[in-house]
């Protein structure tokens, strides 16, 4: 038992990469990495994709992207409403960074959002963004006045909720995904061949899609309130 | 360290109350799809959000189980 749980330990550490020896030495984790490498294929992927594009006799791979692209538009637009269109992008962004560091469990590669300081800075961006849109929307005074809507006794509520959106996001990813992690650790020690296999399907992939589809429905819904 | 295992243990029975929450929700959005199945985008959108909603509570249980567990050996 205690070699197990020193195994299981040693595994769901975030390991330092590599020190970046500046002001006294910055550590670049695993999970920083990851997501460069997840970035790097992405961009390869997005040039690859769009380039020689042509408006008569589009080829294969164009209407490939295009029907991909207006397919995650669509699916970002319905969620966001008509009013916030513009945050689109940014949506459709993060769904696709999510949908692939969770799925990267599958090629054995430890997915960055296991690691709680990724999904802490995700679930910052979308509180900023969701403030920042309201703020935009209903000028300054109209924004602090919402705070007491409808009653002015909620208003502690209403602030309290700025603390609580984002952490329930940031851990619901964190939670899930390590979850996951840990059972496909455990289920890997216990049987090796075989089991691990069929679970991984419903744990990496379907669980993985599921929890990003989540998060960024999430968001794109605290950020439709908003800006009611 | 055995008592801090009893005390994870106790952590993991939030699991009860979103198991319950995730079933009773999923059990009214077939009844909702077998009743109207047009509106079946809609009710599974809405399935959805109630069940990460539901499940927040399963995910508190793990963190406070996780925390008891490394911090409180």
């Known amino acids: 038992m205690g070699e197990l749980s020193a195994r299981l330990q040693e595994e769901l550490e975030i390991k330092t990469v590599f020190t970046i020896p500046l002001f006294g030495g910055i550590d670049v984790n695993q999970s920083v990495v990851v997501t460069w490498c997840i970035m790097a294929l992405l961009l390869v992927v997005t040039l690859f994709m769009t380039s020689g594009m042509k408006v008569k006799n589009p080829g294969r791979r164009q209407l490939m992207i295009e029907s991909f692209v ?132 419903y744990f990496d992939l379907f669980d993985g899609l599921i929890q990003a589809y989540v998060f960024v429905f999430l968001t794109s819904l605290y950020i439709k309130e908003a800006i009611e | 360290m055995s008592l801090t295992a009893i005390g994870a243990g106790i952590a ?29 985008g809609k009710i599974m959108k809405i399935l959805l959000l109630g069940c990460a909603l539901a499940e927040a509570t399963a995910i508190y249980g793990l963190l406070i189980g996780i925390l008891i567990v490394f911090f409180l050996q």
């Open chain 1, 70 to 201: 207006v397919w995650i538009q669509n699916l970002t637009g319905d969620m966001l409403g008509e009013e916030a269109k513009q945050y689109v992008p940014y949506i459709s962004t993060i769904l696709i960074y999510l949908g692939i560091s969770n799925i990267i469990g599958i090629f054995n590669i430890s997915p960055p959002t296991r690691d709680l300081r990724v999904t802490i800075a995700l679930a910052l961006m979308s509180i900023v963004l969701i403030e920042s849109a309201a703020l935009r929307k209903k000028g300054p005074k109209k924004f602090l006045k919402s705070f007491a809507e409808p009653m002015a006794v909620v208003a502690p509520m209403n602030v309290l909720e700025l603390g609580i959106k984002p952490l329930s996001l940031c851990m619901r990813l964190f939670g899930n995904v390590f979850a996951a992690f840990v059972i496909m650790e455990l289920v890997k020690m216990a049987v090796p061949i075989v089991l691990p296999a069929a679970l991984c399907l």
């Open chain 2, 12 to 40: 993991a029975i939030t699991g009860i109350g979103a198991g319950v929450g995730i079933g009773i929700a999923t059990a009214k959005a077939v009844d909702a799809v077998a009743r109207q199945p047009e509106a079946e």
